[in-house]
Structures are given as C-alpha cells and as structure tokens.
C-alpha cells in the first residue's frame, strides 16, 4: 500500500500529549530566545518577552511553540549549554505553567533536552538529526518526547542529488533512533530548509517534496524568511512573510504535516486555503 502523507495520524508527545498529523496542517511558531538569530534576534531575548510572544502566536493558530536559545545562522557564534539552558527553561517552564500549548525544545545538546522535558516540553527538535549528540535520541526514548529530526549539509560531504542526500542522512539519524528504542510512532522528519543549502537546491527540494514520502514518516518543514526566498523574491527577511506563506501553501499540498514559521497569522491563511482546497479534491 502506498503511503499517504493526508491520512489522519496522532503523533505521540511527552507528558500524555498528542496532536493530530495528515488530514490537517499544522503550525509551529519560532519563538527565538537569542540576541543574534538572523530574523528577529533580540526581539524575544527576555523570559517575559518570549512568552508574551508565544502567547501572541497561539492566539493567531500556532498548535505548537518551538523555542531555541542558540541560532542556527550559519555564522552565528556557538553558545554553552549552561547559557542555552539559562535562556530557554524559564520561558519553557512559564508557558508550561501559564497555556495549553504543545511546546518544543530547538537543540541538539541532549542535556538541554532532558531538562527542557522536565520543564515542560513536548517535543525534541534536533537540527543536527542526532548525529551531533546521539544521546539525545536516549533523552527521547526515556521521556516519551516527539522527536523532531532534521537533515543538515553542514560539516559533511553532500551526495550531488538533494533527495539522494536526504535519504543517506536521515536513513543513519533513523538507525540511531530505533538503536535508542525511540517509538516510530514519535518520530517526525525535516529536510532542512536552507541548512547548507543553495537557493537551486532548495527550489528542487520543494519541487521533489513528495519523493520523501518513501520515509513514510510525517514532515514538518522550515522554509520562513529564510535566504532562498530572498534569493527568489529580491526581499529582505522581515519582508520574506508572503513568499513563506505561498511554501507553506505549496509544501501542504506536496504533503507535509508541520509548518515552522515566524508570521503565524499570514501562514495560517495560506494553510486554511490549501487545506481547504485538499478537502474538495478528496470529496
């Protein structure tokens, strides 16, 4: 049986948590707990700051809230995971306290997940798709987070084919995440939008969206304001809003589950539009 990416799915979560995948997109916001992350750094740098904006998203249909505490910019300065951990539980621990919200830790440091889960979060989001620290994979397992693994060209050899290349990467991250004893049911893959990426592979992976399927896993997917729109569109990444809302529009369609954005309410329009579309072709 072919796999369907539109088919109703519940991706299982830490702390007896669910949220229903495939017959129905999904947003994430980015809420960035970071002086120097290349879109909106320093705007959400303070506790009070970053909940106020979690909260301001949920209003506007965000399901899920991912916060970070070190930028994933390609020249961004490293950060410590004491510093990391400094700038994200508190804001975990307050919107777990305060909202209903699925919240999501950004890291690749399998500490900083541990302890994110106990703060609160639902969900582990590792750039580095477990194969900076594998032991976060563990931190899952033992947990019961959703899992979240991303593809990254960084600090490796690329195959010259986008898909080929997601296949070979993610194939190994899945690998360390059943040697773990992580559910498959908790698993969640991303390609990695714009993560040593060039705009024409990009363009080719959107294009080829639906060769991913073969994963049979859900995606989630994080084209906001990233540099390959820019390239496309001539804007700048404040002003790159409408052309992540058309990817979030296309990439419904193509199938993906989760859509990671900044500008929750102009996406949540494009996603209503494609899933509305989505539901007439089916009937």
């Known amino acids: 049986m072919t796999y369907n990416p539109f088919l109703k799915f519940h991706w299982t979560l830490a702390h ?14 980015i809420i960035n707990v970071t002086p120097d992350s290349f879109s909106d750094g320093g705007r959400f740098a303070s506790t009070a700051a970053a909940v106020t904006q979690g909260k301001r ?3 506007d249909g965000a399901e899920i809230l991912d916060v970070g505490g070190e930028s994933t910019r390609p020249d961004a300065a490293p950060v ?4 990391e951990q400094r700038r994200i539980l508190p804001v975990i621990a307050a919107l777990a306290r305060e909202t209903d919200a699925l919240i999501s830790v950004d890291t690749y440091r399998a500490e900083t997940a541990r302890l994110a889960v106990e703060a609160g979060a639902h969900i582990v989001n ?6 900076r620290e594998p032991d976060i994979a563990h931190v899952a397992a033992q947990t019961g ?16 084919d986008v898909v080929a290349d997601q296949f070979q990467f993610l194939d190994r991250s899945l690998e360390i995440a059943t040697e773990a004893g992580v559910e498959r049911e908790r698993i969640v893959l991303d390609p990695g939008f714009g993560f040593a990426k060039d ?6 992976l959107m294009a080829r969206f639906a060769e991913l399927h073969r994963f049979e896993r859900p995606f989630l997917v994080g084209t906001s304001r990233k540099r390959f729109l820019g390239a496309v569109t001539g804007r700048e990444p404040a002003e790159r809003d409408a052309a992540t809302a058309a990817t ?8 993906a589950a989760i859509f990671r954005v900044h500008d929750v309410a102009n996406s949540r329009d494009a996603l209503m539009m494609a899933d509305a579309m989505l539901s007439a072709k089916k009937s």
């Open 80 to 83: 410590s995971a004491e510093e």
């Open 57 to 59: 998203c949920l209003d």
């Open 248 to 255: 979030t529009a296309l990439l419904r369609i193509a199938g």
């Open 126 to 131: 590792d750039v580095h798709g477990l194969q």
């Open 16 to 29: 007896g948590r669910s949220v229903e995948l495939g017959s129905r997109g999904v947003l994430m916001a």
């Open 145 to 160: 987070a959703g899992l979240c693994i991303m593809h990254t060209g960084r600090d490796r050899q690329k195959l010259g």
């Open 199 to 204: 705009t024409d592979e990009n363009v080719e």
